[in-house]
């Protein structure tokens, strides 16, 4: 059973940093890549970060580049966030996820197999 359980998350003021980390069990698979996303009240889900198991894929969204930095540590099964220079608009749920499917587009939830419980990041102004 493929299971992924987020942690790390908390209050912290603007300018602060964070490290999120999602803890991954039963992944069989070959190949995937590990996902994060974000979910603020009334918004849409909408990716974060991504990256392939190996390490050597990596991506970000827009909003987060040069101040998010993923990462993983294969031999923990554990994927983290780091997350710097945090604003108020970075608050919200974290999500990871994973996929088999390579070829899909990891910007998507719908690209997703899997997902873990969320953790909840809040940034004060």
């Known amino acids: 059973e493929v299971q992924l359980v987020e942690s790390g998350g908390g209050l912290v003021q603007a300018g602060g940093s964070l490290r999120l980390s999602c803890a991954t069990s039963?992944?069989?698979?070959?190949?995937?890549?590990i996902g994060w996303f974000r979910q603020a009240p009334g918004k849409e889900r909408e990716a974060v970060s991504c990256?392939?198991?190996?390490?050597?894929?990596?991506q970000y969204a827009d909003s987060v580049k040069g101040r998010f930095t993923i990462s993983s540590d294969n031999a923990k099964n554990t994927v983290y966030l780091q997350m710097n220079s945090l604003k108020p608009e970075d608050t919200a749920v974290y999500y990871c996820a994973v996929t088999r499917r390579l070829w899909a587009a990891w910007g998507f939830s719908r690209s997703y197999d899997y997902w873990g419980q969320g953790t909840q990041v809040t940034v004060s102004s």
């Open positions: 990256i392939r198991r190996t390490g050597s894929w990596i």
């Open positions: 039963g992944l069989t698979f070959d190949d995937y890549r």
